[in-house]
């Protein structure tokens, strides 16, 4: 099979030849939309020389009242740029194709999730792990995971982040197809946060499994999945508020305040339990990862369980530079009969997730 590199742009990033056209301009930037994503924009622009001039948004208004609508932009300007600063680019340009844009020089969209989960690489890292990143490619199953690979690969080189987006699917952790649930599942989800998957997991399982292990580190989260478990009235469901790790430990541990993340970090204000699925759930036949880059070592953890039940396995890998090459051929190196597909769930480069299957 075809390594992917004649897919991946030599040349300089669309994201590098965007900024220069910016900065030469000296016009105006303006930002279109001021939900999750703005904040991380702005920083991103920032950190290169590029203010802010005004924000709008289809409302006209936010609660901070920075915002105000296009109308007034064009007021305000007689020429001016706009910087996308929605995730799903590709509905903002449709929504900015119904305005009247006499006034604007140059719509840009910048994927800044690289620098938000502190995962950017350049093209010196793809060269010095060429042999690793392809031999995960050989190990993907069909043509969608291969473009997938390919279309993430240019957007964390800075180029064009269109080709991801529309590669970007619904069912997360449970795209038809590739997961088949049953009602005896013992499922692990590693990274519950508030619920959200399991709820997920219950309705496709019509409430039916033999037993769930939920962890959550953070102590607040947790205990909002606890309430959560007792409110739906899930049964078979066992809160952990603990990190999956390779080894029990006592490990610091961060929570970035305003989002819904948190991680094991050096930096870490709180030191929280970790446990392993071998110990925790060694029955366990569908394995769900999204712990902010501990996948690894979670599956170091798992490496028994793995070998034994050969269970399913969804697992984000877009935390860390390696994590698109380590946790596949990691996971290959437990049992070599596992199909590999990778779905991207989100139109930027996060929640790019690893599935595993006999």
């Not at 991801?164 to 197809?177: C, H, M, T, W």
């Not at 619920?195 to 989260?221: N, V, Y």
Request: hydrophobic letters at 45%; glycine letters at 8%; a neutral charge.
């Amino acid at each position: 099979m075809a390594a992917p590199w004649d897919k991946i742009n030599a040349g300089p990033g669309r994201a590098e030849a965007d900024l220069k056209v910016l900065k030469a301009s000296g016009l105006p930037l303006v930002l279109y939309g001021d939900g999750w994503y703005a904040p991380y924009l702005r920083e991103y622009l920032a950190r290169r020389g590029l203010s802010v001039a005004a924000v709008f948004t289809d409302a006209g208004f936010t609660s901070s009242g920075e915002a105000v609508g296009f109308d007034e932009v064009s007021r305000r300007f007689d020429r001016f740029n706009i910087a996308i600063a929605f995730a799903n680019s590709r509905l903002a340009r449709e929504k900015l194709d119904r305005l009247d844009r006499g006034r604007v020089a140059g719509v840009y969209f910048f994927d800044v999730m690289g620098e938000l989960l502190n995962n950017t690489f350049d093209r010196a890292y793809l060269e010095a792990h060429r042999a690793q990143f392809g031999a995960a490619y050989e190990l993907l199953a069909d043509d969608l995971s291969r473009a997938t690979f390919e279309a993430f690969l240019n957007s964390k080189l800075g180029g064009d982040a269109g080709p991801l987006a529309e590669l970007s699917r619904k069912e997360q952790y449970f795209p038809k197809g590739i997961i088949e649930l049953s009602d005896r599942e013992v499922f692990v989800d590693g990274g519950a946060y508030t619920g959200d998957t399991l709820l997920t997991f219950m309705r496709l399982t019509g409430g039916k499994c033999a037993r769930c292990c939920a962890f959550e580190p953070d102590p607040a989260t947790a205990a909002k999945l606890s309430a959560t478990v007792e409110k739906r009235g899930l049964r078979g469901v066992t809160v952990h508020n603990k990190g999956l790790w390779s080894a029990p430990a006592a490990l610091p541990f961060a929570v970035w305040h305003g989002t819904s993340a948190s991680a094991v970090s050096g930096d870490g204000e709180v030191s929280v339990k970790a446990d392993t699925v071998d110990r925790a759930a060694p029955d366990a036949t569908f394995i769900k990862l999204d712990i902010e880059g501990a996948e690894l070592e979670a599956l170091k953890g798992a490496a028994e369980t793995i070998k034994r039940n050969r269970p399913k396995l969804a697992v984000c890998v877009y935390h860390k530079p390696g994590d698109l090459f380590e946790i596949p051929l990691f996971i290959r190196s437990l049992v070599p009969e596992y199909r590999f597909y990778l779905r991207q769930h989100q139109p930027v480069a996060c929640e790019t997730v690893l599935y595993a299957v006999i």
